[in-house]
């Protein structure tokens, strides 16, 4: 069910009273609960989770460095021994002898071992050879061990044995000349030289790094079982291992490295456990911020609120403060406004209705005021003109007189208010009500000792308009100027034209008005005068208004007033147009 609220440009505003269960407050709360708080918990739940394979990534990545170093150290070190073993495959004496027939040389039965002794110059050249080769043995193309020479015994045809972390790797023999495969030479290497403990890169803590032959076995000691280094993941010592691998092919070695899981992941897993209480501490924050904001943002709301049912009332003079939010500053200073327009509107149509009362009241007030007030103020001056001048009785009969005048000149103030919703309006020339209304009020510039001076045009000045009724517009502002005016003041009434309207602007160097003042001059019944009427103003407004001008008024205090009416120019001068205006 839905309530609709008609606009007053004729659209409507639709309220579901449905969404007066929960309030504004309540509402935001919830918004920020679900927009901001859960998503904070989800990532914390998911950043949770992720702690495991962030440290599995990273402890890989360092696996994967750890090998390629190790590598380079492996490749590096066998290219320099590779160089010295060369050096022995090219030996004179080993060339000489694998080219040489096999019978040219006894052997013993049923052995693989020669029975001469290895040259001298053969023992020197392995005797050069860097220390890790501990043993080497030269033999035929078709498999006959020729020598084997040893760090361990001198004499040819001794065996050394080979310990259990010696590497076997063996390099074909190339005849100088044509370079034929006439040979093997193989040689016994100590593993620990390939890559040495001292040059191992730089890991984490526990890592393991081993090189294995070619059939899987150890040739270096390690900290854990080396038969479960074959794969990528472990258990060893209650934690679980992550291993990694890379083969080589000269020398035929497999590197491989491997260190504890638990150790890489710890740091994440705090991390991880620091960050989700962090987010479950800001999301609690967020929500008590929000909880008061919502407090201070609706209770801003709950002023307006009050303040609009106060208007609704009828108590236009509600202000709600200006806040700091944009949004609620914007309500409210809208809120101001409109109050202000709605009091601005009805103090118009007030001053509508009291125009309209005081033309009703001319009405009667010219009937039943005006004659009896003639006859009082002609007898008065029949007495004037018989006291004496020094008769006791002068001063109360020119006080009653000046009384009479006054009075007078409200009641035609009031019925002119009554005659001025309607002119009639033809061609004349501006200068003529102009100059007639200068020459009513010099009596009033005449008894300030101020001056009056008219600047106009030597051509005729031609508008549509009523002369009297701008006779009398001209004459109420030439009145305000004069009484404006302190002793020796000065004003001026000029005429301006300026593209489609004329313009009479008169100047004073008067007291000048305030803002205050300024704005209310329009108002009727509105004086600052004590024996003002306070309708001088308004009458003159609804005369400009009518011939299709308006009024404009600058003053400031103590420095004078300027006031400014513009009449529009009729539509052609060869006519004499007779038209009614109305307000």
């Known amino acids: 069910m839905t309530s609709r609220l008609a606009e007053g440009d004729g659209g409507s505003v639709t309220i579901d009273p449905r969404g007066a269960g929960l309030s504004f407050r309540a509402r935001i709360l919830l918004l920020v609960l679900f927009v901001s708080v859960v998503p904070l918990l989800l990532l ?17 990545t360092r696996l994967d460095d750890v090998l390629a170093q190790s590598t380079s150290i492996v490749t590096s070190r066998w290219v320099s021994l590779r160089s010295g073993i060369l050096f022995l495959a090219d030996d004179p004496a080993v060339q000489a002898a694998l080219l040489a027939e096999p019978g040219l040389i ?83 290497l100590d593993a620990k030289t390939l890559l040495p403990d001292r040059s191992t890169p730089a890991a984490a803590a526990g890592m393991v790094i081993a090189l294995l032959d070619a059939s899987g076995l150890p040739l270096t000691a390690t900290a854990v079982d080396p038969t479960i280094l074959q794969g990528e993941r472990f258990q060893w010592g209650g934690d679980e291992w992550l291993a990694a691998r890379r083969a080589v092919n000269e020398p035929p070695v497999t590197i491989v490295a491997a260190a504890p899981l638990g150790p890489f992941t710890a740091p994440f897993r705090q991390a991880a456990d620091r960050a989700t209480w962090l987010l479950m501490a800001v999301a609690l924050v967020g929500i008590v911020v929000a909880a008061l904001l919502t407090t201070r943002m609706t209770r801003s709301l709950q002023r307006l609120s009050r303040a609009a049912e106060a208007v609704s009332s009828g108590d236009l003079d ?14 409210a200073t809208a809120f101001n406004s409109m109050t202000r327009n709605l009091r601005r509107t009805l103090r118009e149509l007030s001053n509508r209705e009291s125009l309209a009362a005081v033309g009703e009241f001319a009405s ?35 006080k009653a007189l000046a009384e009479i005048r006054r009075l007078d000149a ?49 051509e005729p000045v031609m508008v549509g308009g009523d002369a009297d009724a701008l006779e009398q517009l001209f004459l109420n502002l030439l009145r305000n100027a004069a009484e404006a005016l302190s002793d020796g003041g000065r004003a001026t009434a000029s005429v301006v034209s300026s593209g489609n309207s004329e313009s009479v602007v008169f100047r004073d160097n008067g007291q000048g008005m305030s803002p205050a003042v300024r704005a209310r001059v329009f108002e009727p019944l509105f004086s600052t005068r004590r024996e003002g009427t306070g309708l ?36 052609s001068h060869d006519s004499d147009p007779y038209r009614a205006r109305s307000l």
Request: glycine content about 8%.
């Open 44 to 60: 914390g739940l998911w950043q949770a989770r992720s702690t495991a394979r962030s440290g599995e990534e990273l402890l890989r």
């Open 106 to 188: 006894s052997r013993a039965a049923g052995s693989d071992v020669l029975g001469g002794a290895v040259p001298s110059s053969l023992r020197t050249t392995f005797n050069t050879l860097d220390p890790a080769v501990s043993s080497a043995t030269i033999r035929r193309s078709s498999g006959e061990t020729e020598w084997q020479l040893s760090r361990a015994e001198s004499a040819r045809g001794g065996l050394s044995g080979s310990a259990a972390l010696d590497l076997r790797v063996e390099i074909p023999i190339h005849a100088r000349l044509d370079g034929r495969v006439v040979g093997l030479l193989s040689v016994s």
């Open 318 to 331: 509600q202000q709600v403060t200006v806040g700091k939010g944009r949004e609620v500053a914007q309500v």
């Open 364 to 398: 009667t007030l010219a009937h039943e005021i005006r004659n009896p007030l003639t006859a009082v103020q002609i007898d008065l001056q029949f007495v004037e003109d018989e006291l004496s001048p020094d008769s006791p009785l002068k001063e109360p009969q020119a």
């Open 410 to 458: 409200t009641v035609s103030d009031a019925l002119r208010v009554a005659r001025s919703g309607r002119i009639e309006t033809t061609l004349i020339d501006l200068r003529a009500p102009l100059k007639a209304a200068a020459a009513a009020s010099a009596p009033g510039f005449d008894a300030r000792n101020a001056v009056l001076e008219l600047d106009l045009p030597t």
């Open 536 to 571: 001088g103003l308004p009458i003159s407004r609804r005369l400009a208004t009518a011939h299709g001008g308006s009024i404009e008024i600058e003053s400031e205090e103590e420095k004078g007033t300027v006031v400014t009416v513009h009449l529009p120019l009729p539509e």
